[in-house]
């Protein structure tokens, strides 16, 4: 079991940046694979970075070059750097774990936090 809690969230203009972090529960943090996911009013869920216990980290083509996904098992911590934001980033972020590699249904996930761009 790993309890996930997100924080970093706020409202930013376009082209800002924000940091979003995942605070993990547990001893075993890095055999988790960890994934970012969002959700805007109306559309489904979808991933937006990813990274594997061994560090490789993928991510939507919406959001390469602007998003960077890291992870510091010492602190049982994922990050997610968000720069050059758009309006359309608005949404729930929540970050996700799962067992190993990271698939499209994580067990695990946090609360949610709220990124709002302005234009």
């Known amino acids: 079991q790993v309890q996930l809690v997100e924080s970093g969230g706020g409202l930013v203009q376009a082209g800002g940046s924000l940091r979003l972090s995942c605070a993990a529960s547990?001893?075993?943090?890095?055999?988790?694979?960890m994934g970012w996911f969002r959700q805007a009013p109306g559309k489904e869920r979808e991933l937006v970075a990813g990274?594997?216990?061994?560090?490789?980290?993928s991510y939507a083509d919406s959001v390469k070059g602007r998003f960077t996904i890291s992870r510091g098992n010492a602190k049982n911590t994922v990050y997610l750097q968000m720069n050059s934001l758009k309006p359309e980033d608005t949404a729930v972020y929540y970050c996700?774990?799962?067992?190993?590699?990271?698939?499209?249904?994580?067990?695990?996930w946090g609360q949610g936090t709220q990124v709002t761009v302005s234009s």
């Open positions: 996700a774990a799962d067992h190993r590699v990271l698939s499209a249904t994580p067990p695990f």
């Open positions: 547990g001893r075993t943090f890095s055999s988790y694979a």
């Open positions: 990274i594997s216990i061994s560090e490789i980290t």
